[in-house]
């Protein structure tokens, strides 16, 4: 009962599921999305909504036919729509000279995107849960990236579609519990278990210490992210309010001016610069721009191929070239 409750507290209370949502539901044919199918199959009785079935074979592993198997078998015995799509991976990967799972993901979400155009759907719902959010903080404090948001509950792709995490609340434990109790199928993906991926690497050796010292430590690190997550929208808008004041956009030119900007909180300075270029690539420049700004050091800096970096009197410039 306890995963039910928390599912349906979150999306009842918190509006992530409201009458006459459409849905997409990610479903890998894993124990969590199994779950979440099962999920969304007993609110469907409680709420007028109507949702359909994704899985995706990404051309990578021998298993994924059975994977799709079993979730086309299960939505078939609840009733549900179910659409299984392949997706090349490995091509996309080279394409873009991307990761595996990176590609896999972009694809993945390209796909629902255009399938939810297709059907009219307004969400996608992904089986994201507790454990997952508390490994990706783990995962940026090792990086040493400065963001313990974690995974988001909420975030919109375009104007007219949000991805939804209902289950990110809900512990590892207690979908393996309902999962067992409803005797429903589900596939283990073996890579889960190899220690090559930072990810695992947490997950089966430092997340159990975590529990063992705490055993509510899942839980406390959702707390966090809950509240850095909240405290990030906050500053983000008043970012967003004070780039306005101090930044102007041209052709081929960003000008910053920068007797206003250093009347900035460094907080807020950090952001400006990093919305000026918010290319995850830029990020790790931003340190050495903030050193420049102080020192008045005017001299070039290249960013990338496209973009360079100089002080000009008392505007910073970002230059495309």
Request: net charge positive; glycine share 4%.
């Amino acid at each position: 009962m306890k995963t039910w409750n928390i599912f349906y507290q979150n999306v009842s209370q918190n509006g992530f599921v409201i009458p006459g949502d459409k849905i997409i539901l990610s479903v890998s044919g894993g124990m969590d999305s199994m779950c979440m199918l099962h999920l969304f199959w007993r609110l469907a009785k409680k709420m007028d909504i109507v949702f359909l079935a994704v899985n995706f074979n990404h051309n990578l592993r021998k298993e994924s036919v059975k994977e799709a198997e079993i979730v086309k078998n299960l939505s078939a015995e609840f009733g549900i729509d179910c659409l299984l799509e392949e997706i090349g991976v490995k091509e996309y990967s080279k394409k873009y000279s991307l990761s595996v799972e990176t590609a896999g993901r972009n694809l993945r979400y390209l796909t629902l995107e255009r399938i939810s155009k297709k059907y009219k759907c307004n969400k996608i719902a992904t089986a994201h849960n507790a454990n997952d959010n508390a490994e990706t903080v783990l995962m940026r404090l090792l990086r040493g990236s400065g963001n313990f948001a974690g995974i988001p509950q909420k975030r919109k792709i375009n104007r007219n579609i949000v991805v939804i995490r209902p289950l990110l609340p809900v512990k590892r434990k207690f979908i393996e519990e309902y999962v067992r109790n409803h005797k429903l199928p589900f596939c283990t993906d073996k890579s889960n278990f190899s220690d090559i991926y930072t990810r695992n690497k947490i997950r089966l050796s430092l997340m159990p210490v975590f529990e063992k010292i705490n055993p509510m430590a899942v839980e406390h690190i959702f707390a966090l992210s809950c509240i850095q997550s909240r405290e990030n929208a906050y500053l983000e808008e008043v970012s967003a309010k004070f780039l306005k004041k101090c930044v102007k956009k041209q052709k081929n030119q960003i000008l910053l001016d920068l007797k206003t900007f250093l009347r900035y909180n460094k907080t807020i300075q950090f952001r400006i610069l990093k919305n000026l270029l918010p290319q995850k690539k830029y990020n790790s420049h931003i340190n050495l721009i903030m050193r420049k700004i102080v020192l008045s050091d005017t001299s070039v800096y290249r960013l990338s191929a496209v973009w360079i970096f100089k002080i000009k009197s008392d505007k910073a410039c970002f230059i495309r070239n």
